[in-house]
C-alpha cells in the first residue's frame, strides 16, 4: 500500500491567515491526490480531487499544488469555518490510504 | 437527495459479531466500488475494506483480515460490513463511502454520517 505524509501535524494560525499544509506519498502518484477536511463530529467532506481541482461548492480560498511525490493544500484568508482536520489521499491505487491529518486550531 | 445511512452499530463485547449496513439513495450505486472507512477516536482515518461495483472483488486492511466481511446488495443499494471477533481496538466511528472515478483519479466523494461501534465488556 502506498503511505502518506502530512506535515505539519497541527498548527495554529488566526482569522485572515495564509496557512500551508504539505503531504507526501511513499512512491510517485502523478497527480492522484485528493484533500479533504473533517469538522468536529462530522464526516469527512471532499474539498480537492486530482490536486488542484475543486471540489463543486467549495469556497475559492481553497487551492492546491503538486505532483509526484509531494503535494500542498493552501488556503488562503482562513475563515472561522476553516479550523479542522485535514486530510490527503492518494487515489493512485487501491487501496485509498489517508495522511494522518493536520489539526488547524485557532491562534 | 443524496443519502448514505449507516446503521447497525453499538456496544458489544470482545469476541462478538456486529453487522453493519449502508443504504444509499439519490446517486448511483451499482456501477461504484465502495469503502468503509473507520476512525477511532481521537485518531485518524483508516479504510478497512472495500468492494468492487459487482462485489465480485474485495480487499480489507491487514488489521481485519479474516474477521471482517465487506459485501453489497445492488439490487437494494445496500452496503454490509460484517465485523467478527471484534476486538477493543476496532472501537471506532465506521463510515461507508462512494469512490468516484474522474480526471483519472479515485476519490470518496459521498460519505454516509458515521456509526459508532464499541467493543467492551
Known amino acids: 500500500d502506498i503511505q502518506m505524509t502530512q506535515s505539519p501535524s497541527s498548527l495554529s494560525a488566526s482569522v485572515g491567515d495564509r496557512v500551508t499544509i504539505t503531504c507526501r506519498a511513499s512512491?510517485?502518484?502523478?497527480?492522484?491526490l485528493n484533500w479533504y477536511q473533517q469538522r468536529q463530529g462530522r464526516a469527512p467532506n471532499l474539498l480537492i480531487y486530482?490536486?488542484?481541482s475543486l471540489q463543486s461548492g467549495v469556497p475559492s480560498r481553497f487551492s492546491g499544488s503538486g505532483s509526484g511525490t509531494e503535494f500542498t493544500l493552501t488556503i488562503t484568508s482562513l475563515q472561522p469555518e476553516d479550523f479542522a482536520t485535514y486530510y490527503c489521499?492518494?487515489?493512485?491505487?487501491?487501496?485509498?490510504?489517508f495522511g494522518q491529518g493536520t489539526r488547524l486550531e485557532i491562534k | 437527495q443524496v443519502q448514505l445511512v449507516e446503521s447497525g452499530g453499538g456496544v458489544v463485547q470482545p469476541g462478538r459479531s456486529l453487522r453493519l449496513s449502508c443504504a444509499v439513495s439519490?446517486?448511483?450505486?451499482?456501477?461504484?466500488?465502495m469503502y468503509w472507512v473507520r476512525q477511532a477516536p481521537g485518531k485518524g482515518l483508516e479504510w478497512v475494506a472495500r468492494?468492487?461495483?459487482?462485489?465480485?472483488?474485495?480487499r480489507y486492511t491487514d488489521s481485519v483480515k479474516g474477521r471482517f466481511t465487506i459485501s453489497r446488495d445492488n439490487s437494494k443499494n445496500l452496503l454490509y460490513l460484517q465485523m467478527n471477533s471484534l476486538r477493543a481496538e476496532d472501537t471506532a466511528i465506521y463510515y461507508c463511502?462512494?469512490?468516484?472515478?474522474?480526471?483519472?483519479?479515485?476519490?470518496?466523494?459521498?460519505w454516509g454520517q458515521g456509526n459508532l461501534v464499541t467493543v467492551s465488556s
Open positions: 463511502a462512494r469512490d468516484l472515478y474522474n480526471s483519472g483519479v479515485d476519490y470518496l466523494d459521498y
Open positions: 439519490g446517486l448511483p450505486f451499482g456501477s461504484h466500488l
Open positions: 468492494i468492487s461495483y459487482d462485489g465480485s472483488n474485495d
Open positions: 512512491q510517485s502518484i502523478s497527480r492522484s
Open positions: 486530482a490536486a488542484s
Open positions: 489521499q492518494q487515489g493512485y491505487s487501491h487501496p485509498l490510504t
